[in-house]
Each structure stands twice: as C-alpha cells, then as structure tokens.
C-alpha cells in the first residue's frame, strides 16, 4: 500500500495532497476502508484487494452489461481496450484479446497533469470504462472504481461522527444499523415546461429550456454534494431529469434542511411550473447484497410524493405561495407574450419580433444562442453578477453560473471554474475538469438557428415534399424491470451505477455521432435527449431516417438482447401547428405503441412492447422496415405513373389482406397471389397503352417489385429468423402510401416565396 501511494505520488499532486489528509487523521487506514467499501461493492464476493499485486494483474476487456440481462443466453459481446471516445461504444462478438498494459501507460501519463480529483474521475472514466472489474466482466472498473470510493467516503465519514470500530469493520457486511443514505432527485413537469410555448419563434427558446431543465438537476446535485461535504464521486448518477447520490446516513437531518431550501427557491423561481422530488432512505451494510431494492424504495417513495408537490413546505404556513394568486392583476402590456408571465414575478421588456417577454423567457433564447457553437460548458462559483429574473439568477441560488463557450481562454482556476469539453474526452491538455456529452448543437439557419419554417422547406427535394416538420419521441422500454428481474441476483451498486451510465451514454453520447455520421445536423433539432429517451423536431424525410437509425443502433449497443427494448412514437405537423399540442399527441402516440399488442408472458420477462406509432397506426420496427422499402418503391411509381397510382395501389390492401393472414398461419396460396399480381400488372399496363406510338420506353417492372415485396413479406412470416418479428399490420401498405405523399407532393412556385 505504501509503495502504491508512493508511486503514485510521484505522478500527481492530487495524490500527495490525499496521503497527507488521511496520514494526518489518527484513525482508521486507508486500506482497512477501501476494503470494507471493497466488501459492500461487490457484496456477493469476499471483497479481498491485495495491493502488492497491483501492477502484476492483467486486465481483461469489459463485456457488455447488456447482454447477459433478464438471464439472456447471447452471444458475449465485449469492448476494446482504447480510451473512451464516440467512434467506438459498440461492444462486438469476437475482439483481439489483447492485455490492458498500453491503455494503463497512456493512463498514467495523463496522470502526471491532474491537478483536482474532478479532473482524476474523468481522466478514470475515460481509461477504465472498458477494463472489466475485479467484480464482475460485465461491470467496469471505472464504475467499481467510483462505486467503492463512494462507499469509503460514507464509512470515513462514518468513522470520524465515531459510529464505527476496528471490530465493527471487520464484520462490516453483517452489520444491520443504517449508515448509509440513498437520495433521489427527480425534476416534475419537464414536457409541459419545455413545450408550452408559441410556435411562433419556438426553435428560438425551445432548446434554452430544455437545457435549462436538462441542467437544473445537475446543478442542485452539485449543491447538495458542496453543503454535504461530499465529492463527486458519490453522485452514482445523473441524466435525464434523475439524479442518485450516496450519503452517509448522519446527513439525513441536514439533507431534509436543504430540501426545504430548495424547493422554496425553485418556487420563487417558478410559481409551482418546476417541480423536484427529493427523497431518501436510510439502508444498512447488510442491505448492499440488493442494492436494487434500495433504488426501488427510493424510487418509489419519489413516485408518492410526486402526487404531493410542495407538501414538504406545509401547506398551512406556504398556502399562498402554492395555490397563489400568482399575479397582482397586471394590465394585460405587461405579459410575457411566450410564457404569460406577469410583470410582477418576472421583468418584462419589449422585443421587436416576439413584443413582451420577461427577462427568464428571454434569457432561454440567449442560452440557445450560446449552443450555435459551444465545445465547452462551464460550471462557475463566482455568482455575485447575475442578471435578475434570468436563469442563472436561479442557479446562482444554487451556488452555480452555468455558461456555453466556443474557446476556453488560458489561466482558469480549476477549482474556481469547472470547464468540461463537450463531447471530446481529450481534457487534459487544456486544462479542463473533465468531459460532458450532450446533443447541445443545433441546425444551422439564415439568421443563426434554423426556424421551424426553414427545417419544413428542408423537406423539399426537387420541386417535391410536403413541407411540414415531423416530432419524434423515443424511449426505452420496462426501464424498471432492467434494475429489478434484469439484473437478477447481480444486484450489486457498481452495476446498477453501470445500467445508468451506459444508457445516457448511449442517449447523450451516440445520438451525436449517428447525426453527425449520416450528414442529418441541419434537419434535426435534438429538443432533449438523455437518461433513457428522446424528443426531436425535424425536416420529416430525415426524422423518419433517424428514427431507425437509431433503433438498429441500440439493438446493437445493447448486445441484441431481445428483452432491452425502445418504442416510439412520430406524428407530421405543419410548422405553425402549436407545439403544446404537438407534445402532447406524440407523448400519447408513443405511449399507444406501448400499449398495444403486449403480449402475455409468465412473469419472468417484462411486458414485450419494442413498437412504433408512426403517422396514427401501430407497427413493429420489422413492420416499419417494409414500411420503408414499399414506400421505395411507390416513390418510383410515382414519376412514371404519376399520383393517381397511389389510390390503385392502396386498392390492393384488401387482396393482400387475406394473404398476410394466411401467411401468419403457416398457409400460402399462390392463386390468390397470381390474381393479385394480375391486378397490380394492370397499372403497368395502363402505363404503356398511353405511350403507343411514342418514343419513350418504360422503366423496369415496378409493379412487380412491388408483388416481390409483398412476397418477401409472406416468406419471411413462414421462415423468419428467430430474432424477427412476424409482419401482422396490413396497414404497412396505406402507412407507405402516405409516406409516398409527403415525399411526392408538387411544390407550387408561390409556396416558395
């Protein structure tokens, strides 16, 4: 152990700073800490480190956490051994084993250069997040890392109130006495805040609130951390409106202080539109061998107080301030014209395109703003300058200025500022804390920021496409069920913390990479993306696009694992339509192809949902993908026969119909085939009968790509690969013809100007 911290003292000041702390305290060792936290990490195993042995272990690639959940039998899917980055998070059948020793060297070289334990957690993400743990191949040692530092700094918290011993220590897995704290943050109200706007000007200020929303949570993380004296380390995670932090139990008077200090400024703030529900509970060393339940209680005692906002303030004594009245009857000049605010809560100036808006309103257009080029965000300390009724005035409460920037200028103070590379991992050098992914860009227009008009326009290719925006919700399925029958009996911390982690990263990591891959930045505009979902507004060609994209690409980041799933749910709309209500259909449309067609299990797996709701009909994604392939080909048909072979087209559903269901029962009948190809073949003919005596020929055979797509489709519902679904909708076909229309609608010269 000794020779370890020398080591690494000779490599980092953050170290040496820590050997003198700890050898200050006449307490408990380090070492005795670090391997009862070892103990309750991965509390299925003895916990045993032996640190002489340290630089002699050879390190193995981590497997996919995914993979072997809900008792899935797939193949092993592992991770190479490079340092973190967004061209390779996909783990893969067959790798070269190779040892960890060349990753372990650029590791301890970046050492040399930290200067603040934010910056060595990041730099410990970056390198381990692909090294198998001591624990487990499917958890990373990044995570058991984390994971036992957390622990260790709740026992030496423990220690130093004197609620443990030597003796106590040594049996510290059987010990029943609540020291340990499991709290949950969890924001209310995100849809209706970010949405509930004018469409008028919306991509403007959309982003800036759902950032800000997005950020809020983090931001009263950190302040929790700060006035519990806790550091990183022990926020177990934080992303899509959720936040876990793991305490020492003696905390728990001073957390239910803050909380009420909390919720009484995002009151203030908000007049009761944003809504946290902070809650904790209180667990023994014995309790880490299901830690899952833990994180089930807390979630469900959130789920409650969710029903009670604001109850922790006391209705008798916060009365007015909950239930209002929230204006003093201001002449109707002085309301914000986008959220409808009055004067009196927030100050309201005059802007020539949008007429009143109040300083919190405007301030989200200018956080969007920030975003057009932003490689860095910034958590400052220094609050004292904020503008009032902004939303830094709300973070400042917090303890926080939070601020995008395209350059970050030399000199800054690591402790004073956090500067957090966007989407890059590569920190160090710039002297960074560490790094955030996020979907912060957004399409490019002519005054700055596209407009919802100008991504409509965007559909237009060639004088065709229906001008309008599609809205796109995604998120995953049986969320609960991942932490809870997924996991089964490895319900350890480090892999509930890995779960979580590696879904935003999927979420807030890849979906810029997907984007940027395909071409797709100036027709997507990411609203919100993180945690387990996603919400985008785009040109509808390429939102359709996207949407498979990157349901085929988590099948593949989740190891195929038929039980981890996502569903959707797509609407079109004209630009102008109001985006509330836009919202709110696709909110119901993907929670619709949640519902429908689940099929019965035994308890044993999750409800099967893995559906999409696209444009008012429910389909599953092998569905859509002929969806896909039809439209294809009616997109062709269209430029030879012209529109009016949709309605014929469409004609053929119903001689269809029979077939598919014929199909789903193990039946073909090749006559009811021929009869309809014979009607197909008509349009074809039709086609040349018109060009008698031209010189123009016909192209190739469309009507029967379109019988061998329908062919295709009886085939595989007799023979269909294990993994695939069976086609059941025979609405793929009108669901193709409309697509069809949005792509081939003429576009009138006066629809240009």
Known sequence: ???????????????????????????????????????????????????????????????????????????????????????????????????????????????????????????????????????????????????????????????????????????????????????????????????????????????????????????????????????????????????????????????????????????????????LVLESVSFSPAEFGNFTEIWDQVIAKTNRLKKRKFSELGLETSFKKIFGPLDDGSEEANVCKVCGSFGSKHPVKTDAERGEVCCLCDSFTELTDQLKNANYIVFGKNVSDTEKGTYQEIFSRFGYRLEFASRKPAGQNVAEEYWYKLNDTDFLDEGCAGFQFGAYRLPSGENGIATFEELSERAVIDERGDKKLAHLKMDVDNLGSLFGMGLGKGRSPAKVSAISRMLHLYFCGYINQLIKEKGWQDYLYVVFSGGDDTYIVGTWRYVFDFTEAFYQGFRKYTGENPLITLSAGINVFPYTYPVIRAAEITEDALETAKDTHQEPNDGHEPPKKNRISFLGEVFNWEEFKRIRKIENILQEMVEIYGRNVLFKVEKSTLGFKNILRDSLNGRYRHIKFWRLAYYLREIKHDYENSLKGKAQKPKEDLAQSLIDQYREIVIHNLFRPENRDQIHQIMIIPAAIRWAELATRKVKEDEHD
Request: with cysteine.
């Open 1 to 275: 152990m000794e020779q370890l911290f020398s080591y690494l003292r000779k490599l980092s000041p953050v170290f040496d700073e820590y050997y003198s702390y700890i050898r200050s305290e006449n307490s408990a060792t380090l070492e005795d800490l670090i391997r009862c936290a070892a103990q309750l990490t991965d509390f299925h195993g003895e916990g045993n480190i032996d640190f002489q042995k340290w630089n002699e272990k050879e390190y193995e690639p981590l497997q996919s956490v995914f993979s072997a959940l809900f008792g899935h039998q797939g193949d092993t899917r592992s991770y190479q051994l490079r340092p973190l980055s967004l061209n390779h998070l996909f783990p893969e059948s067959k790798i070269e084993m190779e040892k960890a020793d060349t990753l372990f060297l650029h590791f301890l070289d970046e050492l040399k250069k930290v200067k603040h334990e934010i910056q060595l957690l990041s730099l410990m993400e970056k390198y381990f997040w692909c090294v198998a743990s001591n624990q487990s191949p499917d958890i990373s040692l990044y995570d058991e890392m984390k994971t036992t530092a957390a622990i260790a700094v709740c026992l030496y918290e423990q220690w130093l109130h004197g609620d443990l011993s030597s003796d106590i220590l040594k049996e510290i897995k059987k010990r029943h006495s609540p020291d340990f704290l499991l709290i949950q943050g969890d924001i209310s109200g995100i849809q209706s805040f970010i949405f509930n706007i004018p469409s008028k000007g919306a991509a403007k200020s959309l982003k800036g609130r759902s950032v800000y929303i997005g950020l809020l949570p983090e931001v009263i993380a950190r302040h929790l951390l700060d006035r519990l004296n806790l550091p990183l380390a022990n926020l177990l995670y934080c992303g899509g409106g959720n936040f876990f932090i793991l305490a020492p139990n003696q905390v728990k008077k001073q957390f239910e202080t803050l909380r009420k200090s909390i919720l009484e400024n995002l009151l203030q703030a908000h007049s009761g539109e944003v809504y």
